[in-house]
């Protein structure tokens, strides 16, 4: 199950386009704060909205996933999100842990939480069965997912350093 964006209180998209076939999934770190409770998750993900908002349309993930255990609803499976570059939003879902993962792992609840979105995109039929994963660093210059987090992801089933 996954906080919907009412629940979370997230503002109104300012345009919306709908996604291509949805192939991969990319893997993100927020850097900044990470949050152990729903209550600082729902406050994280609204001020990551306002950020985006002021250089995108929408909060730039499809969802995010915070270590108190949730999943939140950002563009959701079948609006294109802003968060790997051209080439890549209109056939990925992007999915980004709250926090910084440089140094230390996401903890269990958050991958746990992470591998149950990967799975339910593809037995609900909103990703391809072979779907392949990365992490954000493998398809753009730049440090995201976070070292550490990153090492975890290259052990998870799909994991494919090309894209
Ligand atoms: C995608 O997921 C949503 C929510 O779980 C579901 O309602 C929908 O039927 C799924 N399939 C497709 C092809 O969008
Ligand atoms: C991974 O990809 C392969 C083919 O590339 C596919 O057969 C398989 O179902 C995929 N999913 C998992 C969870 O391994
Ligand atoms: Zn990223």
Redesign the pocket.
Same mark, same amino acid.
């Given at each position: 199950s996954v906080i919907s964006r009412s629940e979370w209180g997230a503002r109104a998209p300012k345009s919306t386009q709908t996604i291509g076939s949805r192939v991969r999934y990319i893997i993100h770190h927020s850097t900044g704060p990470s949050c152990f409770s729903r209550s600082a998750c729902v406050s994280r993900v609204r001020s990551i909205q306002n950020y985006h908002l002021s250089k995108w349309d929408d909060i730039g993930y499809n969802f995010l996933v915070g270590e108190d255990g949730n999943a939140y609803e950002g563009r959701g499976? &079948?609006i294109k999100g802003a968060h790997a570059g051209p080439l890549y939003n209109s056939n990925s879902i992007g999915i980004c842990v709250i926090g910084d993962f440089t140094s230390s792992s996401p903890n269990a609840a958050a991958l746990r939480k992470v591998q149950a979105l990967i799975k339910?995109g593809v037995d609900?039929? &909103?990703l391809t069965a072979t779907y392949k994963l990365h992490g954000h660093r493998d398809v753009s210059n730049t440090e995201c997912n976070g070292d550490r987090f990153y090492r975890v992801i290259t052990e998870w089933p799909n994991y494919s350093r090309t894209p």
């Open positions: 499976w &079948n339910c609900s039929g &909103n």
